[in-house]
């Protein structure tokens, strides 16, 4: 049993109990005191002698909680000496109230209000980290000091100077710094946080023989938990820190080049709004830009011509008006064929040889040809369109026992064959051959 350690841990609780004497005197002083009357002095005297001996009790308790602690020793002396001061000066206010010496205690009760705002504030930083109060203030409330940042591409965000390093410097640097470098450990660089501490190096390849990660995961209650005194490292910081451990560590590489694992991509997603999930292909590839002229004249044949989004030169072709537009009307879109990524040709009446030409869309990535007389013959024509995901086939008459015409299609995820002379049975021969293909009749 270690008593004395007990009684340090009084401390935060004791300590709120000069603070409300001292203040209440000031207050009493201040509003009430001007009548000179008996018995206001005899209750302001009172009030500052309880202040005074609760003081003392508080230091006491203070002083041994500091031999216990790994306190950060800058912010310990100023709230240790700070505290003791007004120690001090509160055991002299009740002399000075006694004995009517009215500059003295005017000082000295200015001077202990003061004092308890400083104190206060060295008392919090110690608990909570240095800049705990101000915090809510510079928007920078725990680990969300994300929102300040502009660009949300996992492409550019490096791991280590966005997550890491802020993250230790929250909760590590009181401790591990240049000057104070407990355990020989210093996070102030990258480099001297890879050197390691007095047992050696702290991130190892793999995070469960890291000391770091063993350190912060730890039962609270250890005595080598990490941190000792101090916002303890939350989940979603242990899982960011114990990610970068595994990716190995590095200082430059990105969210990207660090392939995030489910965890991570969660916790980037919701806590700061990075969308980690893959680029479709009209995101990754830039299309050429397209002639306006060249547009009006397909959308004056009877073409309705839109692009995908804003900024993107990505085109969407669909028929407006069916009745105008003819099968030799599909070959005027080669224009802009490395333009178009959605094509709606249903209900044109084409037929297998008609449908040769859309080999050359190379970019699209859905297309619909609903309603038409193809059959499995012209499917063998689609071949070249690497970047398929999605194809409408309902209503045409094809009878495909197969899907091996869909094989070179690589990116191809859907298949739509409703409504065609495909036979039921061979559809679950087909979705066992082709599992990575959804395919719906
Ligand atoms: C309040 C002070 C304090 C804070 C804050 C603090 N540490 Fe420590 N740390 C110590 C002390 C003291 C030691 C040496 C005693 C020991 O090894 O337990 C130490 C040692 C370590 C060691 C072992 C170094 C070695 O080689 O022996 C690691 C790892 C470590 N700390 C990690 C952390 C991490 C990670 C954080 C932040 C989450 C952190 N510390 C925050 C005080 C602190």
Redesign the pocket.
């Known amino acids: 049993m270690d008593i004395m350690n007990f009684i340090g841990r009084l401390h935060p609780l004791v300590v709120h109990l000069p603070i409300g004497f001292l203040f209440l005197a000031l207050l009493v002083e201040w509003f009430i005191g001007k009548g000179k009357s008996n018995s206001s002095t005899r209750i302001v005297l009172f009030i500052l002698i309880l202040g005074a001996l609760s003081s003392v009790v508080a230091i006491v308790c203070g002083w041994l909680l500091a031999m216990d602690?790994?306190?950060?020793t800058s912010l310990l002396s100023w709230h240790r000496w700070l505290g003791t001061a007004i120690g001090i000066l509160a055991i002299i206010a009740p002399i000075a109230k006694y004995f009517s010496k009215k500059q003295l205690y005017r000082v000295t009760l200015i001077s202990i209000g003061l004092l308890l705002v400083g104190t206060g504030h060295y008392g919090g930083s110690l608990t909570h980290g240095s800049d705990y109060l101000i915090q809510p203030l510079k928007g920078t409330v725990s680990e969300n000091n994300f929102d300040l940042f502009e660009i949300r591409n996992p492409d550019s965000i490096i791991v280590y100077t966005s997550f890491i390093q802020p993250m230790?410097e929250r909760?590590?640097y009181?401790?591990?710094n240049s000057e104070k470098d407990?355990?020989?450990?210093n996070?102030d660089s990258y480099a001297k946080l890879l050197e390691?501490?007095?047992?050696?190096k702290?991130v190892t390849n793999d995070p469960w023989s890291s000391?770091?990660i063993l350190?912060?995961t730890l039962p609270k209650t250890n005595?080598?938990y990490?941190?000792?005194?101090?916002a303890?490292?939350n989940y979603n910081e242990i899982s960011l820190l114990k990610w970068w451990i595994e990716q190995g560590s590095d200082s430059l590489k990105t969210i990207t080049e660090m392939e995030p694992n489910k965890t991570v991509k969660h916790i980037l997603a919701s806590n700061y709004k990075i969308d980690t999930s893959p680029k479709t292909f009209v995101e990754r590839v830039q299309a050429p830009s397209v002639n306006a002229s060249i547009l009006d004249s397909l959308t004056h044949l009877g073409w309705e011509i839109n692009q995908i989004a804003e900024g993107n030169n990505f085109l969407e072709v669909s028929p407006k008006n069916k009745n105008l537009l003819s099968k030799k009307d599909l070959s005027v879109l080669a224009k802009i064929k490395d333009n178009i990524t959605w094509l709606d040709l249903s209900g044109l009446a084409l037929e297998d040889a008609d449908i040769g030409i859309i080999s050359k869309f190379k970019n699209l990535t859905k297309l619909q040809l609903g309603d038409n007389g193809i059959t499995e013959n012209g499917l063998v024509s689609l071949s070249s369109l690497k970047h398929l995901e999605s194809l409408n086939l309902a209503n045409n008459p094809i009878q495909s026992e197969n899907l091996d015409w869909a094989k070179p299609l690589t990116s191809l995820k859907r298949v739509y064959l409703w409504q065609t002379k495909t036979n039921p049975d061979s559809v679950d021969r087909i979705r066992e051959s082709f599992p990575e293909i959804q395919v719906i009749l």
């Not at 602690?69 to 950060?72: C, L």
């Not at 390691?196 to 050696?200: L, M």
Request: glycine share 20%; aromatic share 2%; charged share 30%.
């Open positions: 602690g790994d306190y950060e230790l909760k590590c009181d401790c591990h407990m355990g020989g450990l996070m390691g501490g007095d047992h050696g702290v000391e770091l350190r912060v005595e080598k990490m941190p000792p005194k101090g303890p490292l």
